[in-house]
């Protein structure tokens, strides 16, 4: 298993009411300007992410994840070693982020089981972080995260910038 340097960025979006699991995060979480977050990761023009959406939770490719949904915002973080088979392998542990897990740990779970965490797309998200060497606690809730790396972009060389522009940089729109 080789590692290859990569740039790795976060998107962060906001949800769509369609489902009513949506429905119930948005109204729970009414503060938050994101509700959903990802990885991307860059190399030789082309861009994966990590979806945990839809019910599946894999990589794609970025340009036909952008025909579902836009991210509103995205950190770059850098270029770092990424070894993709051990991140294939951990994203093939998970099936599907559970919303229905989210829901219970916002409303009961994170007063009387805190350290229980849900198997969200923050948490994922800070996980895969970590195994490309990037040091970050555990986050369940995307606009935490968000301000996390916000706050951290201000020690480090991460940039924060609209989708527009992370687009027109990588993807020549």
Known sequence: MSEVEMDISVAFYALEKKRWES???KAATMGDTYQ???IILHRNGVSVEYSTGYGVCRFVDSCALRKIQT????????KHLVNFERLQLFADRFHSEDKRSFIWWWFIGRFFIPKMLPPSCGLITC???RLCGIE????VRPQLLFKELT???NNYSWKRQSWKDYASKY???
Do not use: M, R, S
């Open 151 to 153: 706050n951290a972009a």
């Open 171 to 173: 993807h020549g729109t």
């Open 71 to 78: 991210p509103q915002e995205v950190i770059y973080l850098g």
């Open 136 to 139: 970050i606690k555990d986050i």
């Open 23 to 25: 429905k119930v995060i």
């Open 36 to 38: 959903h977050t990802g």
């Open 127 to 129: 996980q895969l972080l």
